[in-house]
């Protein structure tokens, strides 16, 4: 009964997949022609709102002067341009490093109390007077067309928030090629969801808003430490349409070690599950768009996929093992590999593996297609090898801890 109930786990997920993988490929093909004409809307920018953009610093010494800097150096009028560094209770030396701002116009510094992000954001709020309003984290790089290229999008009145693209600082060792991968993949979905009204989550490095997002619906919330999710899904939760800009590049420094790697997507994971369990009532209702009817749902039960497959795997390999080992102790090995390499009998053709290998397929052919949009051009690498042999090693242990961490309510942390 229990090996039926894993089959049947295994079916569900992979034609959940499979589903969701083919509806994403048919959208970018439908897609793809309105993808190559947005990278030519800067071109035709009518004017150039106010814009504040906050920088929250919690212990960021070594990076928020950098940071600072590439928002100077942005591409944009420098008497619409504001800066605003909160420095948020600092224990290290974030203070002394943003004074060298302090006589710079376009920069505000100002100093509170440890209060957690979502404090230094709303601190800011209070003393914002432009039109939109963005916030960049401290260890984040922007590239300068990178507001250009988001404030264009709000030239639609019904735009209430715009999302940039998310790339990492110069990865280098093999942790961070396997995240280069899925950071491209995230600009792929991102962008699709943007064709469906669905994107569910505004990142913190460099998203920008309408001020009267805050006015209407409040500033920002702790939400478990993913505050980039929560307003998201309060908008839309509020039918406040959200864009995404492919050709906003926001740069940000990845975890180079497995520990803090695992920290982040557990936080990040905690997150989701419980703002979607927050705004549950949004799932299965057609008043809520793609958002509520597909993208939530689908979202996760990609959680509940990637944990039981790594567990029926996990389970599957150690019975194939017990039965080889009783094999070997009763008859010794007869491998037979000539005959196993030609003969169809030795392929596994059971539906649950054809499947498997479609999944699979679709898998890396989204992978390709995100390359060709967040880079340019289509090419195999290290980096793909590595994301591939680590992803569903490394995904199960975050998530199966996530969703700890939530059912016995563990409080998430920043560090």
């Known amino acids: ?130 039109e939109l309003i963005g916030c960049l984290d401290a260890d984040s790089y922007v590239d300068a067309e990178a507001l250009k290229n988001i404030v264009v999008y709000f030239e639609n009145k019904e735009i209430m928030a715009v999302a940039p693209s998310v790339k990492l600082w110069k990865p280098k060792n093999i942790l961070e090629l396997f995240q280069k991968v899925e950071y491209g993949f995230g600009i792929f979905t991102r962008k699709m969801f943007h064709y469906m009204d669905a994107i569910y989550i505004t990142p913190g490095p460099f998203s920008i808003f309408r001020k009267e997002v805050f006015e209407k619906l409040g500033g920002y919330r702790e939400a478990h430490k993913t505050e980039d999710i929560e307003l998201a899904l309060r908008m839309q939760k509020n039918h406040f349409r959200i864009a995404h800009a492919h050709e906003a590049i926001v740069y940000t420094v990845p975890p180079n070690k497995i520990r803090p790697l695992l920290k982040q997507r557990v936080r990040w994971s905690h997150g989701f599950i419980r703002n979607a369990f927050d705004y549950r009532d949004m799932f299965f209702k057609k008043e809520y768009g793609n958002v509520g009817m597909f993208i939530l749902p689908i979202a996760s039960i990609s959680y509940a996929s990637v944990i039981s497959v790594a567990v029926i795997s996990v389970v599957n390999f150690f019975k194939t093992a017990h039965d080889k080992y009783i094999q070997y102790t009763t008859v010794g090995i007869h491998p037979h590999l000539p005959k196993m390499l030609t003969d169809w009998f030795y392929i596994n053709t059971q539906l649950v593996a054809v499947i498997a290998v479609f999944t699979f397929i679709g898998s890396l052919a989204m992978i390709i297609v995100s390359r060709k949009m967040s880079e340019d051009k289509f090419y195999f690498g290290l980096d793909l090898l590595y994301y591939l042999a680590l992803y569903m090693v490394l995904a199960p242990i975050w998530m199966s801890k996530a969703l700890y961490n939530a059912l016995f309510k563990v409080k998430a942390s920043w560090r």
């Open 1 to 130: 009964m229990g090996l039926s109930f894993a089959n049947i786990l295994t079916y569900i997920f992979l034609f959940a997949s499979l589903n969701f993988e083919i509806f994403l490929l048919i959208t970018y093909f439908e897609t793809r022609g309105e993808v190559e004409k947005e990278k030519e809307l800067v071109k035709n920018i009518s004017r150039f709102p106010t814009v504040t953009v906050i920088v929250p610093c919690w212990n960021e010494q070594d990076t928020v002067s950098k940071t600072i800097y590439s928002l100077l150096d942005l591409n944009y009028p420098k008497d619409k341009l504001k800066i605003m560094a909160i420095n948020d209770g600092s224990t290290d030396g974030t203070f002394q490093v943003l004074q060298e701002f302090k006589n710079n116009p376009q920069v505000e510094i100002y100093s509170k109390e440890n209060g957690g992000k979502h404090t230094a954001l709303n601190f800011a709020l209070g003393k914002a007077t432009s």
